[in-house]
């Protein structure tokens, strides 16, 4: 494990009517509707954006609306190397659009340990928002791409462009390239801002899928992401990405799952629990359905909210910060409010 320097603040078988309902995006618990996107302010950096898409999208960081702490980054990264596919809606393009929002503590200098999160089907980085402003007033760098079919806003509708997941992993990884060239960039407004030595990912839902690829099968692992959060993760997709089986060993793996998630049952994580070497841990969510955990935008936080949080920002501290005893902590207090905790080698992650 690379030594990250810390900018911390504080210390059964797969069903596949399941799979089904994941393409069709089904998820029958309400999740509260996320604030509108707001432009950031355009900077005198302005000519640091070449990708600019969007009308709307700006250069600069700027405070998330009553949150003095944060401050958020966006810009439309491209890869002219890789296609985006034509669907039965859209006729595809020569590369792939990857708009990505950047979450980061406003008040303190860095570098900081990056977090890289991957949406679910017809997901999108404002969902993540409350989350990651949670996540990054703790010291840490959040970045959120928005999948070029599978977004909620995918062009020709995300309803179509299901298979596309295929290609995310290296979207992740392209995502990675761009934000580590932009910490070391002189000017540029995520200029030292990233630690490249400290990276984890998180997934959801159908980026849960991507993140999994990403770490744990031949085609597409990145050496990078040294931790993974996986958030009810569709990992039973993992065939497609290769006839392998799952790597079974690092990177350790926190795994989060709602008790009462109605589109990937709660037994799916605790099967790819068993599959895992340690380092491994699993928290079923008591109350938690399939996407409240990330996109309530609530606060104070919704419980399931509020224990993806803990959990999450625990397990990035002892796996970045060697704060294995205060895991132990956080693990406890959720086995005391009702989450099922299970956890295993924790005491392997290196202390400092």
């Not at 503590?105 to 409350?130: Q, R, T, V, W």
């Not at 002189?186 to 997934?203: F, I, S, T, Y």
């Not at 902590?329 to 005391?336: A, G, P, Q, S």
């Amino acid at each position: 494990m690379r030594n990250c320097r810390q900018r911390l603040v504080g210390v059964p078988a797969p069903a596949q009517k399941q799979v089904a309902s994941l393409s069709r995006g089904a998820d029958r618990r309400a999740v509260p509707k996320p604030p509108p996107a707001r432009a950031p302010r355009t900077t005198a950096l302005a000519f640091l954006c070449p990708f600019l898409l969007l009308a709307w999208l700006g250069c600069g960081g700027k405070s998330t609306p009553g949150d003095s702490e944060v401050l958020l980054y966006q810009e439309v990264f491209v890869d002219p190397a890789r296609p985006t596919p034509r669907t039965a809606n859209f006729g595809g393009a020569d590369s792939r659009a990857l708009r990505t929002v950047v979450w980061f503590p406003a008040n303190s200098k860095g570098p900081f340990p990056m977090l890289i999160l991957a949406h679910g089907f017809g997901g999108l980085p404002e969902k993540f928002d409350a989350f990651a402003r949670s996540v990054a007033r703790e010291g840490y760098a959040v970045a959120a791409p928005a999948f070029p079919l599978t977004n909620q806003n995918a062009p020709g509708g995300h309803e179509v462009g299901f298979s596309d997941f295929r290609n995310q992993p290296a979207d992740l990884s392209f995502v990675l390239d761009r934000l580590i060239e932009a910490t070391a960039t002189q000017g540029h407004p995520l200029a030292g801002k990233v630690d490249p030595n400290c990276v984890a990912a998180l997934g959801h839902s159908l980026g849960g899928a991507t993140v999994v690829a990403l770490t744990r099968k031949a085609c597409c692992r990145d050496p990078r992401v040294q931790a993974t959060v996986l958030v009810s993760a569709a990992w039973i997709l993992h065939t497609n990405f290769g006839p392998d089986a799952l790597l079974a060993g690092p990177p350790p793996t926190l795994l989060l799952h709602g008790k009462e998630d109605r589109t990937l049952d709660v037994r799916l994580s605790q099967q790819l629990y068993e599959m895992l070497l340690p380092p491994r841990l699993f928290v079923a969510v008591a109350g938690g359905g399939h996407s409240d955990g990330l996109e309530s935008q609530t606060e104070p936080p919704v419980p399931p909210r509020r224990a993806t949080q803990d959990a999450t920002l625990a397990f990035l501290r002892a796996v970045f910060a060697g704060d294995v005893s205060g895991l132990s902590d956080v693990l406890r207090e959720l086995e005391r409010e009702g989450h099922e905790v299970r956890a295993e080698g924790i005491e392997m992650l290196p202390r400092h």
